[in-house]
């Protein structure tokens, strides 16, 4: 018998630790089942987030798991940033990457998959902008015709 976690009350416990630390959530994911279930749990910060962050936030948000008894087996609990090349998956992420390169695979008006490099350059309610490298004309990526979207972190070599 597979015991399913309430992931609402999983997501209120994430947020009201956030608030608690301070620390912004980025995303999480919930992986497996029963008593290999992952919640991969990713913070972020304006002063950016180290090792010693993620052990005090894993500490603080285990105890408040646990203090609501939320899982009902044993669990792994994985807290990180989401890193220089991280995956864009909500509106909120594509607003945090204006300025940065990324990459989007997409489907176009013509429902044929693309695939774009650029900066991003302005997000609406319903697509994201990017300037293409070496191009002057903007693309456009529809957030429901979106794939896949991650940045692109590249060291300059000087």
């Keep these: 018998m597979i015991i399913m976690v309430d992931k609402r009350k ?3 416990s994430i947020k009201r630790v956030c608030e608690l630390t301070g620390y912004e959530l980025y995303d999480w994911q919930l992986k497996g089942y029963g008593p290999n279930q992952k919640l991969a749990v ?3 910060h304006s002063q950016g987030v180290t ?3 993620c052990a005090q936030f894993s500490r603080a948000l285990g105890d408040e798991l646990d203090m609501r008894d939320l899982f ?6 994985e807290v990180s940033s989401p890193g220089l090349t991280r995956d864009l998956t909500k509106k909120n992420h594509f607003a ?3 300025g940065e390169k ?5 489907r176009n008006e013509n429902n044929h998959k693309v695939t774009q490099k650029g900066k991003v ?5 319903n697509a994201v902008y990017l300037l293409p490298e070496d191009e002057n004309e903007e693309a456009k990526a ?13 060291l300059d070599k000087k």
Aim: net charge positive; proline share 0%; charged share 35%.
């Design 10 to 12: 999983i997501d209120a």
């Design 121 to 125: 350059t302005k997000v609406d309610e």
């Design 142 to 154: 529809l957030y429901d015709k979106i794939i896949k979207a991650k940045t692109i972190f590249k």
């Design 96 to 98: 945090g990457a204006i």
């Design 51 to 53: 090792i010693d962050d």
């Design 72 to 77: 009902k087996h044993k669990y792994v609990l």
């Design 102 to 106: 990324v990459k989007i695979r997409f």
């Design 42 to 44: 990713q913070i972020t």
